[in-house]
């Protein structure tokens, strides 16, 4: 709620602000871009971020390796649960392995914020590939630095 207000008195709604976290995170998050991610969408509590699997990425059953899966997943955390512009960093997240993912998908990651009390917040993280299937669904618990912020509004 504060953080609203805050955003208020700069003349920026919280849309405003999460697009502002996210051109801020992004250009120094390399493992991100490393990954070749791109965040297509965010916006309070939300983030949508896409990656497409590379054959560097396969395990020795020619499957994506589940850690740059998770990692995917983890970037959407990040960037929905930081969109407040409150520096915000991950507790704990629990992923679970629903279906593999091939060379050459296109998966996304839906986050989508479940709760947020006082410092500490709650987020589902889908991610599906290019057919609509599930992959990976994870759920991520956020903690929130006070007096931090991400970006300077």
């Known amino acids: 709620m504060g953080e609203h207000h ?23 998050d390399a493992a991100s871009q490393g990954l070749g991610m791109a965040v297509e969408a965010v916006g309070p ?8 699997v590379r054959p ?8 994506c390796h589940g850690g740059f899966i998770t990692t995917l ?11 407040y512009n409150e520096m915000t960093v991950a507790s704990g997240i629990v992923v679970d392995f629903l279906a593999p993912a091939h060379e050459g ?6 986050c989508h914020e479940v709760a947020r ?19 990976v669904v994870m759920r991520g618990r956020s903690h929130t630095i006070k007096g931090k912020h991400v970006v300077n509004l």
């Open 117 to 135: 009390t006082g410092r500490t917040g709650v987020y589902d993280i889908k991610v599906t590939n290019q057919h609509g299937k599930t992959v």
């Open 73 to 83: 997943a983890d970037s959407a955390f990040a960037f929905g649960c930081n969109s």
């Open 6 to 28: 805050h955003a208020q008195a700069h003349g920026l709604d919280p849309h405003a602000v999460a697009e502002a976290v996210r051109h801020g995170m992004f250009k120094d």
């Open 45 to 52: 509590g939300y983030a949508r971020v896409a990656m497409t």
């Open 56 to 63: 560097d990425m396969l395990n020795g059953f020619r499957i």
């Open 105 to 110: 998908d296109r998966l996304v990651a839906e």
